[in-house]
């Protein structure tokens, strides 16, 4: 995937053409500034970013009614009508710019795959910060689930460290509820994190917006918490359980624990890798996908 890294790793400038034009096979040279007519202009409906807050919009709109679109929108030509062009990035101020009552907007044609299209919108948002982190996971997660990317390829594309795509990536695994108040911006990125260890995230989750619990107040209520809760006695381990868990600490150079929830035969069970460093992790992380 180096190539997806040298092509679309130059940052927001070389998506809206301010410095040499993307390369890639399947990426044709921009075509320059040009001015559309806003009703030209249909939404992305692959954009990551799902939620647009209205007093920001008007905000934004009352901008662009003193000094225009100052930044130029990215789109392509529309499969379905050729007298359209579908958004890349740039729907907020797109949006504004309607709310405004502009009737034209400055746009970089470019011509790019579904894939392309997707990776550009994800760039463009997370360089400028637009997007929560549950938007920022489900392009992450769709990038993965339909153009197998592995976690090492979108930490390449999106100029973010693999740890960071792995952190965010393990949001989806937080209840409905709890990706509602992290999208809203009740609960930070901080929280989440601490939510995702949590035996009852949703209830937790629930007390820190309540109290306004600080993220360390929250980490140790989750402890404490976990430290109450009633466990159930551990199942005696056999001589292949411990032989398997010293030839795994052997191989990955960590210590490694092997359990099962309960005493019956076929239950599930849990494997423990226990690292003290982001280093190991990321040993181990790509280890697993490679």
């Excluded at 990426?27 to 970013?49: A, C, M, Q």
């Excluded at 034209?104 to 795959?113: C, F, G, K, L, N």
Aim: aromatic content about 2%; hydrophobic content about 40%; proline content about 6%.
């Amino acid at each position: 995937m180096n190539e997806k890294s040298n092509r679309l790793g130059r940052g927001l400038a070389a998506l809206i053409g301010d410095v040499a034009p993307i390369d890639g096979p399947r990426v044709v040279e921009s075509t320059g500034l040009k001015k559309l007519p806003v009703d030209f202009i249909i939404p992305n409906r692959r954009n990551p970013r799902h939620d647009f807050d209205p007093d920001q919009l008007q905000e934004l709109a009352s901008s662009i009614r003193e000094k225009g679109v100052m930044q130029p929108l990215l789109v392509r030509p529309s499969r379905e009508d050729p007298n359209l062009f579908e958004l890349i990035a740039g729907e907020r101020r797109w949006r504004a710019a309607q709310i405004a009552n502009l009737h034209e907007v400055p746009v970089i044609i470019r011509e790019v795959d579904d894939r392309e299209a997707l990776e550009l919108a994800i760039i463009e948002n997370v360089q400028r910060a637009d997007l929560n982190a549950v938007d920022e996971a489900l392009g992450y997660g769709e990038l993965m689930d339909e153009f197998n990317y592995t976690q090492n390829d979108l930490a390449q594309v999106i100029g973010k460290s693999r740890s960071h795509v792995a952190n965010t990536l393990r949001l989806l695994k937080l209840p409905e509820d709890v990706r509602k108040l992290l999208a809203e911006g009740q609960l930070t990125a901080g929280h989440a994190r601490t939510l995702i260890t949590a035996s009852d995230p949703s209830s937790l989750a629930r007390r820190i917006v309540k109290d306004g619990l600080s993220v360390r107040a929250a980490e140790a209520l989750s402890q404490k918490r976990d430290m109450q809760a009633p466990r159930p006695a551990p199942t005696p381990k056999d001589a292949d359980t411990l032989a398997l868990e010293r030839q795994l600490s052997d191989a990955l150079g960590l210590k490694v624990a092997l359990s099962r929830s309960g005493g019956a035969e076929g239950e599930a069970g849990k494997l423990e890798i226990r690292y003290t460093t982001l280093e190991q992790l990321d040993d181990v992380c790509r280890r697993l996908t490679h």
